[in-house]
């Protein structure tokens, strides 16, 4: 029985994402581009790669629930761009994040409501389904999303870039699992993808159950980030060169990539395998293993079509 109804609640959630999906295709087709944002900066700074900075600085890019609403939005309309095949996210301001915003209007008005304590759960359970996918979005897009972090990332920011593909950071990066020190257990996604991102369970619990910081050199070490960069604006070229190698290769190679690694993260190898062979007796048909084995032979740069 319980299997049967996380089956269905699964579903529904993949049928909302897909819904979700169309809605953003149609609302591409139907206008030209807009990123009328209040709490993101959304900017092409190279070809096929789009840089989306967390625009709150005056409150540390603490997370509302304007921010909370426009990167699912955000998201899902990149998801469907064919002018964008790598993602960059940073952050605007002294800091990369100080995590959830405590004074947001909407979270006090949940929280310290007087109502019936069924109906309050309720209602907390809809709030915390909308934030988890403000971040499973990322997860989902299938353009690769290169997480740019500099100074802190406290609590909320480190379910967000655990959904990220990519980690980098600046030498003064400092992150915390905060969610105790303010009453609670992270429920957007940390505790989900922290552990499986450093492949240290032992690590990953004790950073949660202490909400002690840890500093880049230590988040490389264990895995958490692949570069540290010297301040945040050799972080950005660094983040954004990256952006533009993977945004020159074949979209369907890169797109096909990352969404075979989420699957196979969550899968065994048997089931992961038959996954890329079900992916793949499609995808090899592409023009792209062409045009890509072409260019190899004669020496020269591939170019590729919009997916």
């Given amino acids: 029985m319980m299997f049967s109804v ?34 993101l900066k959304v900017t092409r700074p190279r070809e096929y790669v789009v840089n989306v900075e967390l ?25 469907t761009d064919a002018d964008c095949r790598a993602v960059v996210l940073s952050g605007a301001g002294k800091m990369f994040t100080a995590g ?14 007087d109502a019936d304590v069924g109906r309050k759960a ?47 950071c600046s030498s003064d990066a400092w992150f915390t699992i905060k969610e105790v020190d303010l009453g609670l257990a992270a429920d957007v996604g940390t505790l989900q993808r922290f552990p499986k991102v450093i492949g240290n369970d032992s690590l990953a619990r004790e950073l949660a159950l202490t909400a002690r910081n840890f500093f880049a050199d230590e988040a490389k070490e264990m895995g958490f980030v692949s570069r ?9 070229e660094g983040a954004l060169d990256l952006a533009s190698t993977i945004a020159s290769k074949s979209p369907i190679a890169v797109q096909g ?26 995808m090899l048909q592409s023009e792209d293993v062409k045009n890509a084995i072409m260019a190899n032979m004669q020496k020269q740069k591939p170019v590729f079509s919009k997916l």
């Fill in 122 to 168: 309720f209602s907390l359970r809809r709030n915390i389904a909308l934030f988890q996918e403000s971040f499973t979005v990322i997860e989902k897009c299938p353009k690769p999303v290169i997480a740019a972090v500099h100074s802190a990332c406290l609590g909320a920011g480190i379910d967000m870039i655990s959904a990220c593909d990519i980690r980098y």
């Fill in 6 to 39: 996380g089956l269905c609640l699964s579903r529904g959630i993949q049928h909302n994402y897909l819904r979700s999906i169309n809605a953003a295709i149609m609302k591409r087709n139907s206008s030209s581009e807009t990123w009328d944002f209040k709490t």
């Fill in 55 to 79: 625009n709150r600085p005056e409150k540390r890019n603490a997370m509302n629930s304007d921010l909370w609403s426009e990167i699912r939005a955000c998201f899902l309309q990149l998801a």
């Fill in 100 to 113: 959830l915003d405590l004074t947001d209007a909407i979270l006090q008005e949940t929280t310290m409501s």
């Fill in 228 to 236: 540290i960069f010297p301040d945040k604006e050799q972080l950005i």
């Fill in 257 to 282: 990539t990352k969404i075979s690694m989420v699957y196979a993260r969550d899968h065994s190898v048997a089931d992961s395998l038959e996954h890329v062979l079900t992916w793949n007796q499609a």
